[in-house]
């Protein structure tokens, strides 16, 4: 029989990162992490979760509750434990197949914290001092935040990189860290003399839609620490509360818009034809000439089904896997566990690269 032909997109391309991945019909490894810090909302969910179980037919999946950022800033431990949990059971319920995929939390595999700080010896002061997510974070108060919020890209390098990830789903918000992270392979690959040791991690960017905003105010981003409830959908929100919040977000008082282009100087109602498009899994264009010129009311009515059809099962399996707190803590251990055999021997190589000697 003759060779199967090889299009030019399933062509080796020469990354020996990618080979073995791609020699068993996947296209890479992927790492992503979530921070268990207050409740996951439609922004999480479309921005970052529902991706995850997207991929995994297509990648070897990592995904980690990073708990160890989480302290970055303070916590209270009690609630440190039971988000972790939540994050672990919004990822189950999203779909994640932790069985063949790899559900844990960062603490459980000590070499993120260990390959941290062979990083932290790595990055530069100065490369570290340009991160937006630092600047904004510590604010005026720069003196006075952890040393560990200066450091956390270099640990979420760490995250990625112990595994040796190829690709990493990531939002926006996110694309300064992860270009850190290739400065830090780079820099490491380069002062160890061990080219191609650590991979140069490509991003995966999502559509457009993955830029969800307040309810209250389409120019401010959805986000957990709005003192307003009624600005986000939280996934574990039931009917009722999705229909109370739609019926009261936020619109302007002309008929829906008639373009996209229409749609974009109006903030408020560009955000909910997002949402819609994003939910119902259409283009952007198609959803907003469907609505074209017809009342909000209308508008409101087909999305509040649509997303209580979407998101009613996600919230309701975290519900009921947050009853289960056992299974959960399973998942994350089994997970670790795997995570921890893959991640120990490129620890060791590290160790060996830099000059460590073993125990
Ligand atoms: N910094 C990411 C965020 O705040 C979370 C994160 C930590 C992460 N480690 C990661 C994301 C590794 C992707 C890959 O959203």
Not at 224 to 247: F, M
Request: proline share 6%; with cysteine; hydrophobic share 40%.
């Amino acid at each position: 029989m003759p060779d199967a032909t090889v299009s030019s997109a399933d062509a080796p391309t020469g990354n020996p990162h990618l080979a073995p991945y791609n020699a068993r019909g996947l296209k890479g490894r992927i790492l992503s992490g979530v921070q268990p810090t207050g409740n996951l909302h439609l922004g999480n969910y479309l921005g970052a979760i529902r991706n995850f179980a997207r991929l995994q037919d297509d990648y070897e999946c990592l995904y980690c509750v990073v708990d160890q950022h989480a302290i970055t800033v303070p916590q209270d431990p009690a609630l440190l434990a039971s988000q972790t949990r939540e994050i672990a059971a919004a990822f189950l319920a999203a779909g994640v197949d932790g069985g063949k995929q790899i559900i844990f939390n960062q603490s459980m595999v000590p070499a993120h914290a260990q390959l941290a700080w062979v990083f932290n010896c790595v990055a530069r002061m100065g490369w570290m001092s340009r991160m937006t997510q630092f600047k904004e974070k510590a604010g005026k108060d720069r003196e006075n935040v952890s040393l560990g919020l200066f450091a956390y890209p270099a640990l979420m390098a760490a995250d990625i990189l112990i595994y040796k990830a190829t690709h990493v789903p990531v939002g926006e918000d996110q694309k300064q860290h992860l270009e850190l992270t290739r400065d830090i392979a780079i820099k490491f690959n380069n002062d160890f003399n061990a080219p191609d040791f650590f991979p140069i991690t490509e991003p995966l960017i999502f559509g457009a839609a993955t830029r969800v905003m307040s309810l209250r105010d389409g120019t401010k981003k959805m986000s957990k620490s709005d003192p307003s409830d009624q600005s986000r959908i939280n996934l574990t929100d039931d009917a009722d509360a999705i229909a109370l919040k739609i019926r009261r977000a936020k619109t302007d008082p002309l008929p829906m818009p008639e373009s996209e282009a229409d749609a974009e100087k109006r903030p408020d109602a560009d955000n909910l034809l997002g949402i819609f498009a994003a939910l119902a899994d259409r283009e952007k264009t198609d959803v907003v000439s469907e609505f074209a010129g017809k009342q909000f009311s209308e508008f409101k009515a087909a999305l509040t089904e649509l997303a209580v059809a979407r998101l009613g099962p996600v919230g309701a399996e975290m519900q009921r896997l947050m009853k289960d707190p056992g299974h959960v803590d399973a998942v994350l251990r089994d997970g670790a566990a795997r995570a921890r055999a893959l991640a120990d021997p490129i620890l060791d190589e590290v160790y060996r690269t830099v000059g460590f000697l073993k125990p």
